[in-house]
């Protein structure tokens, strides 16, 4: 018989994104093989939601809005204060930390309460800005020391973090996986199609994923004006939901509406916002675009 334990998921973010879909498999896994799961969420969203419907008990640390202020004193204590009430109460076996920053955040905590932290890397963890260049180096072996094992969503992630100093015995690859019965090639679905504003002979290019400046949609758009100059009967669906960061993406959807009137693609453009049953509308595209920058393989 499997032993019961108990596991504290910590998310940053309280909107639904690759990530946290993946966390929410592990929350329904652990539930449905008798343990006790428990979450922290900055606040209110899909993400929450969805969590509270699969009967996880739901905390909110606002480790987001920390990213803002990550250089103020009081601001880390009264976020280890509420980290420590939260683990006097569920006293987890393991803490999965969805992110680096996520596992930071609560590591002070964890330690004092003798806490397991397993920590799930998704993406590119190197530094982009110029002050974080320099921090960085100076304080990652405070940001790795407390992380008792590693879980990285591709090879080239798992490289990354062995350069970086994490042992190879602490690492493990486990690849993103996809549900083969939602996502394979169907007629599309009718009410789905007919929401799209759109003629039905015209030809449809998409794209999927969070509004991001590092997913491309920019880059998408361009590409776009220069396809209806010479084919003006294609339009171009952009699925996807902002997800505001401290400190990245606040107002991209308004950039990008704006890039959209600017190269006259009004007429030719969708932005269909975030979508639970994507496989419908990915169904509808004739054909796939991933601008990307920067992806975790």
Known sequence: MTQELCFLLVDEFSEIGGAERILLSIAESLKNSGHSVFS????????????????????????LGLKG?????????????????????????????????????ISHSAKKHQCRIVCCVHASIEPKSTLKKIAF?????????????????????????????????LLEVIPNGVDTD?????????EVRIALPFPENWHIVGTVGRLHPGK???????????????????????????????????????SLLELTARLNLTQN????????????????????????FEESF
């Open 69 to 105: 202020n990550w250089l103020s004193a009081s601001k880390w204590g009264e976020i280890n204060c509420q980290f420590d009430m939260l683990l006097d109460q569920v006293r987890p076996d393991v803490i999965l930390a969805n992110s680096l920053w996520a596992a930071f955040t």
């Open 40 to 63: 922290v969420v900055p606040g209110d969203g899909s993400f929450t939601t969805l969590l509270q419907q699969l009967g996880v008990q739901v905390s909110f640390v606002d480790i």
């Open 269 to 292: 453009v969708y932005f269909a916002g975030f979508h639970t049953e994507v496989h419908h509308l990915m169904n509808c595209f004739n054909s796939f675009v991933s601008a990307s």
């Open 137 to 169: 180096p100076i304080i990652r072996k405070k940001l790795f020391k407390p992380i008792s094992r590693w879980v990285t969503v591709s090879d080239n992630l798992a490289e990354q973090l062995f350069r970086m100093g994490v042992k190879r015995e």
């Open 216 to 254: 491309g949609q920019q880059v998408f758009l361009k590409a776009a004006s220069i396809v209806v100059q010479k084919h003006p009967q294609t339009c171009f669906v952009i699925a996807g939901k902002e997800i505001v960061t401290p400190s990245e993406n606040i107002h991209f959807r308004e």
């Open 182 to 190: 939602l996502f394979r090639p169907r007629t599309p679905h009718k």
